[in-house]
C-alpha cells in the first residue's frame, strides 16, 4: 500500500485533533483531541520510517538505517502518557472548585 | 632671556579678581569696602599700564605668547597678548579714565543697597577686564572674546536697575544690535582663517603681512574688511546699528561714560585701525567706511537738536563724534582717528560725569527744560563742563581742536566735499553743545526753588577736574605739522603700527596756505556759531509750545526705531508667530502628540489578545505554529510541485 495514503490519514487525523481541540467544550474531549494528534503524529513518523527503511535497503539490502523515528515514537507515547496523568489530575482538582469541566468557566483571567 | 613683558598677563588679573571678590561676595561686603577694591584693581591695572607704556615708548614692542587656544589641524590660534604702541596707547585709556570713574561711582551710586552696589562693581570690573583682552589681543580671536564680553557687560550694566522693563528692553536692544554686528566679524574671521590660514595681527604668516602682498581691491580684502566693518557698526553705533547707544542711557551716567562714551565703542576704531594695512588696499571699503562715518556724523548731530534729556543730546553727540572717527580711518588719517579716540574720551567722559553730577545735584531730574543758572550751585561742574564743551566744538588749542582738525584735513586731502560736510557736522557739533550748556548753566533757574541743587562730593569733582585738566591739554600730543614741524608726538609714536599703510598710499600733502585759511576759516565760524548758541540758549525760557515740521521730525530721531520697528521687528515677529502657530502647534506638536496617542491605541487594542478566555489562547497557539512551520519551510507555494505530490 502506497506510503502516502498513511501520511494522508495522518494529516486528516491530526487537523481533526485541532478542530477538536479548538472547538469542543468539555475539557476531558480536548484531552482526547489532544491524545489524537500525538497519535497522528506517531503514524506519520512510523510511515516516514517505512519509507527511507525501504529506499535504504534498494540500495543496500543488510542496511538498518531509516528506523530512527521508530525509536522516536516511544519517547513521544512516553511523554503523551506522562502529560494526561497530570492533565487529569488538573481537571479532577478544576472540577472541585468549578463543579463542571466546561472550559468556557476558565476565564478568571479575563479583563 | 625672558622679556619682561611677558608678565603683561597681570593688567586683565586685577580687575578679574575685582570682579570675583565683589560678585561672590556681594551680599557679605560693606560699600567702602567694595568701593576700595573695585577702584583699586583697576588704579593697579592703571599703574603696570604705565609701566608698560614706558617699556613700548622705550622700544619695546613683543607678543607675549602664553598657551594654545585652538589648535586644530593647521589653524594654530595662540592666547596671546600683543603689547605695541597702539595697544599700550588704549591700555592707558582704558585704564585711566577707567579709574577715575570707578571712584565717580562710588559717590554716584551711594543710594543703591550693598549688594546692588558689589553688583555694579562686579560688572564694572569685568567690562574693564574684557576691554583690556580685547585690546591686547594678539589676534582676532582674543580680541573677538573681549569684544563679545564688552557686549554682555554692556548688556548687564545697561539694565542695571532690572526691575525697571524698559531698561531692560534698552539692554536686550544693545546687545542684539551688537550681535549682529558680532555676526560680521566672525563671518570675517572665518574667511580670514580660509584664506590667510591664521588669525595673528603680527609675524610673517599673520594675517596682516599677508594681506599685505595682495593687490589693492583684492576681492576677498573688500569682503573681509566689509564685515569687519559690520561688526565696527554694530559696536560703535553707526548707521544702520546705531540706534541702541542713546536708548543705552538708561543705565547709571557713569556706565554711560565708561562704556559709551571712552572704551566699548571705541572698540570699532581700535579693531580698524589695528587692520589698517587691509583697510589702505580695499579701498572701496574705506570709501564706504568714511561715507557711512560722515552720514552717522552728520544724522546724529541733527538729532541733537531738538533733545531735551541731558545725556540724550551727550549720546547722539557720542555717535556724532565716532563717525567723526570712522571718517577719519576713511581717508587714510588713522593717527588722527585714534587721537580723537583719545581726545574724545577724555572730554566725552568728562561732560558725561558733569551730566552725572547736575543729575545728581538736581535730584534726578533729566530734563534740561527744567535746569538753567545751575553754574551758581554747582561751579566746579561748570567750570570743567565748560571745558569739555570748548574741546568738543574745537576750539584752538583744546584737544579736540588738534584731533578734529587732524581728520577734517585727511578729508579734504582726499577730497573737499568731505571736509566741508564735515566741518558742517562740526559746526552743528558746536552748536548743539553750546545749546546744553546754556539750558544747564546759564540763564535764570527753572526748577524748583523749594529744593535748590547742591554741587557734588569730591569723589564725583575730582575726576572731574582731573579730565577736565586732559581735556584742555592733551591735544599737545599732536601738535600739526603746521604749527611746528616734527612736533606731532603721536604720529612719531604710533608711525611704527601704520607705517605698512604709510608706505602704500602716498598721501597727498595739502600746502601750508590752504590749510591754514581752512582753519582760520572754520574757527572763525565756530566760534561765531559757539557765541550765536550762548547768547540764544543764555536767555531760554520754558514754553509749552509743541516741535513742528522739522523740529519734530528731529525730536523723534528722524522716526528710525519707527522705521525699524515697522520694516523689520513686526515682520520678524509675525514670521515667529507663524511658526508657533503653524509650524509648532499643528506640525509638529501634532506628529509627536501624534505618536503618543498612536501607542497608546495600539496597546488598547493588543489588550484584547488578553480575554482570558483558555479558547483563544489555544487558538492563537494553533494559528502561530502554523505560521512559524510555513516560515520555517520557506513559504514559497510552488504549486506544480504539490500537485506532482498529489499525484503520485
Given amino acids: ?111 | 632671556m625672558m622679556n619682561v613683558l611677558q608678565y603683561a598677563w597681570l593688567v586683565p588679573l586685577f580687575p578679574l579678581i575685582g570682579f570675583l571678590i565683589n560678585g561672590l561676595g556681594r551680599n557679605k561686603l560693606s560699600k567702602p569696602m567694595v568701593g576700595t577694591i573695585g577702584s583699586g584693581a583697576v588704579l593697579l591695572s592703571f599703574l603696570v599700564s604705565i609701566w608698560i607704556f614706558i617699556q613700548v615708548k622705550n622700544g619695546n614692542t613683543f607678543v607675549a605668547h602664553y598657551f594654545d587656544f585652538i589648535a586644530v589641524g593647521k589653524i594654530n590660534i595662540p592666547f596671546a597678548f600683543q603689547i605695541d604702541q597702539l595697544s599700550s596707547l588704549f591700555l592707558l585709556i582704558i585704564t585711566g579714565v577707567g579709574t577715575l570713574i570707578h571712584i565717580y561711582s562710588t559717590a554716584y551710586m551711594h543710594e543703591e543697597e550693598p549688594k546692588h552696589f558689589a553688583r555694579y562693581f562686579a560688572y564694572l570690573n569685568l567690562f574693564i577686564f574684557s576691554m583690556l583682552l580685547l585690546v591686547m589681543g594678539a589676534n582676532y580671536v582674543i580680541m573677538f572674546i573681549g569684544w563679545e564680553g564688552v557686549g554682555l557687560c554692556s548688556y548687564l550694566l545697561i539694565g542695571f536697575w532690572f526691575k525697571n522693563t524698559s531698561y531692560n528692553n534698552a539692554a536686550k536692544k544693545a546687545f542684539i544690535m551688537n550681535r549682529i554686528g558680532d555676526l560680521g566679524v566672525l563671518l570675517a574671521v572665518f574667511w580670514m582663517i580660509q584664506k590667510f590660514g591664521s588669525v595673528n595681527f603680527s609675524g610673517e604668516t599673520g594675517v596682516l603681512a599677508q594681506a599685505a602682498k595682495l593687490a589693492v581691491n583684492d576681492p576677498a580684502l573688500v569682503g573681509i574688511t566689509l564685515l569687519l566693518f559690520v561688526g565696527a557698526t554694530g559696536k560703535s553705533a553707526q548707521i544702520p546699528l546705531y540706534t541702541w547707544l542713546p536708548d543705552a542711557m538708561a543705565g547709571p551716567t557713569p556706565v554711560s561714560a565708561l562704556i559709551h562714551a571712552a572704551t566699548m565703542v571705541t572698540a570699532g576704531i581700535y579693531m580698524i585701525a589695528r587692520s589698517n594695512i587691509m583697510y589702505t588696499l580695499a579701498v572701496s571699503t574705506s570709501n564706504v567706511v568714511a561715507i557711512v562715518g560722515l552720514a552717522t556724523a552728520v544724522v546724529a548731530a541733527t538729532i541733537a537738536f531738538k533733545q531735551n534729556d541731558i545725556k540724550k543730546v551727550l549720546a547722539y553727540s557720542t555717535v556724532s563724534q565716532l563717525g567723526f572717527m570712522f571718517l577719519g580711518l576713511g581717508v587714510g588719517a588713522y593717527t588722527g582717528a585714534v587721537f580723537h579716540v583719545m581726545t574724545h574720551a577724555f572730554f566725552k567722559a568728562l561732560m558725561f560725569l558733569g551730566a552725572g553730577s547736575v543729575i545728581h545735584g538736581m535730584h534726578h531730574e533729566q530734563d534740561m527744560r527744567n535746569y538753567g543758572g545751575l553754574k551758581k550751585y554747582m561751579p566746579t561742574t561748570q567750570w570743567t563742563f565748560l571745558i569739555g564743551c570748548l574741546a568738543i566744538s574745537g576750539v584752538p588749542f583744546f584737544s579736540g581742536f588738534f584731533s578734529k582738525d587732524e581728520i577734517l584735513m585727511g578729508a579734504f586731502a582726499k577730497n573737499p566735499v568731505l571736509y566741508f560736510v564735515g566741518l558742517g557736522a562740526a559746526l552743528m557739533t558746536a552748536f548743539y553743545m553750546f545749546r546744553l550748556y546754556g539750558m544747564t548753566f546759564l540763564g535764570k533757574f527753572r526748577g524748583d526753588e523749594h529744593h535748590p541743587p547742591h554741587e557734588s562730593p569730591a569723589a564725583m569733582t575730582a575726576p572731574l577736574i582731573i579730565l577736565a585738566m586732559l581735556a584742555a591739554v592733551a591735544g599737545f600730543l599732536g601738535i600739526p605739522a603746521l604749527f611746528k614741524p616734527d612736533a606731532h608726538w603721536l604720529e612719531h609714536f604710533l608711525s611704527p603700527v601704520f607705517e605698512g599703510s604709510a608706505k602704500l598710499v602716498h598721501q597727498h600733502e595739502i600746502d601750508h596756505g590752504t590749510e591754514w585759511g581752512l582753519m582760520i576759516g572754520s574757527t572763525v565760524v565756530i566760534l561765531a556759531v559757539i557765541a550765536w548758541a550762548w547768547t540764544k540758549y543764555s536767555r531760554y525760557q520754558k514754553s509749552a509750545a509743541e516741535e513742528t515740521g522739522l523740529g519734530r521730525v528731529l525730536e523723534n530721531k528722524w522716526y528710525v526705531d519707527e522705521i525699524y520697528d515697522a520694516v523689520i521687528v513686526r515682520p520678524l515677529g509675525a514670521l515667529g508667530a507663524f511658526f508657533n502657530g503653524v509650524v509648532e502647534k499643528s506640525g509638529i506638536d501634532r506628529l509627536v502628540n501624534g505618536v503618543g496617542r498612536g501607542v497608546q491605541y495600539a496597546s488598547r487594542q493588543f489588550r484584547y489578545l488578553q480575554s482570558g478566555v483558555i479558547g483563544n489562547y489555544i487558538l492563537i497557539m494553533v494559528a502561530a505554529i502554523v505560521v512559524f512551520f510555513l516560515l520555517g519551510f520557506g513559504f514559497t507555494p510552488d504549486f506544480s510541485k504539490i500537485k506532482s505530490f498529489f499525484g503520485k
Avoid at chain 1, 63 to 68: P, Q, V
Fill in chain 1, 1 to 111: 500500500m502506497p506510503v502516502n495514503y498513511y501520511i494522508y490519514l495522518s494529516i486528516i487525523l491530526f487537523c481533526i485533533g485541532v478542530v477538536g481541540v479548538l472547538i469542543r467544550r468539555n475539557a476531558i474531549i480536548v484531552f482526547m483531541c489532544i491524545e489524537l494528534m500525538l497519535n497522528a503524529v506517531n503514524l506519520l513518523m512510523i510511515s516516514f520510517s517505512k519509507m527511507h527503511y525501504a529506499k535504504a535497503v534498494a540500495a543496500d539490502p543488510n542496511t538498518t538505517a531509516g528506523t530512527d523515528a521508530q525509536l522516536f515514537v516511544f519517547f513521544i507515547m512516553v511523554v503523551a502518557a506522562a502529560e494526561v496523568s497530570v492533565g487529569l489530575a488538573i481537571i479532577v482538582l478544576t472540577y472541585r472548585k468549578v463543579h463542571s469541566v466546561d472550559i468556557n468557566f476558565l476565564n478568571r483571567l479575563k479583563n
